[in-house]
């Protein structure tokens, strides 16, 4: 079945450290997006990639870092920079053109 | 930027009741989708309506692209429907949703 993965589920990360988080598509989308979701919040855009290795900043970029190898991966990179990580961060997809979005069932975030 | 207001925040049923969800934009209507997100975390694609009137089963939308509103009606309630709906909207040309911060819903027994 096609759809997108995220990993790790849950993921701890001291203070001063850089995690990275992972997105995996199978579903020949040509789009792919970061949103960071806090307590009680709807969706903030951090990231998104229209096309293999290109990608623009949304509205919260400050502290994390893409990159976009290959069409079916775009991986998240919270930096140190970033002083308040924790969050539930999702992954979306969808077709160029389209705009239907698929989710990842997300990624658990939390500084220890 | 965009702004998408949603209303009410929160909303409790008793079950096999029925309900509206308001999403108001501040833009032009583009590219507006109805999203449900379980208590999980998962979000799923409801509905793509930048206008006009969709059905799927017990759940229907209608966008009034001219009014600036969207609304997701939810008939004969049950436990499953329970969690946070989202409705977003992205500028003209664009792909990038703007979510509003949604209402969670609650059916209970």
């Known amino acids: 079945d096609g759809g997108i993965t995220q990993s790790p589920k849950y993921l701890f990360r001291k203070e001063g450290q850089n995690v990275t988080l992972s997105c995996e598509q199978n579903?020949?989308?040509?789009?792919m997006y970061w949103y960071r979701q806090d307590p009680g919040q709807g969706l903030r855009l951090i990231y998104y990639s229209q096309i293999v290795n290109d990608f623009q900043k949304g509205d919260i970029a400050e502290g994390y870092s893409v990159s976009r190898e290959k069409k079916e991966s775009f991986p998240l990179t919270v930096t140190s920079a970033q002083k308040n990580p924790t969050a539930f961060y999702l992954c979306?997809?969808?077709?160029?053109?389209?705009?239907?979005?698929?989710f990842g069932s997300g990624t658990r975030l939390t500084v220890v | 930027g965009i702004q998408v207001e949603q209303s009410p925040p929160d909303l409790i049923l008793q079950e096999g009741a029925n309900s509206t969800l308001r999403c108001n934009f501040s833009?032009?209507?583009?590219?507006l989708q109805w999203f449900h997100q379980n208590p999980w975390g998962q979000l799923i694609n409801l509905f793509y309506i930048p206008s006009g009137t969709k059905q799927n089963g017990r759940l229907s939308a209608t966008t009034v692209a001219t009014e600036r509103y969207s609304l997701l009606y939810i008939s004969s309630s049950q436990t499953t429907d329970s969690g946070v709906y989202f409705c977003a909207n992205s500028g003209a040309g664009s792909y990038q949703l703007t979510f509003g911060k949604g209402t969670k819903l609650s059916v209970i027994p």
């Open positions: 833009d032009s209507v583009n590219n």
């Open positions: 979306a997809s969808s077709v160029q053109g389209e705009y239907g979005y698929t």
């Open positions: 579903l020949n989308h040509d789009a």
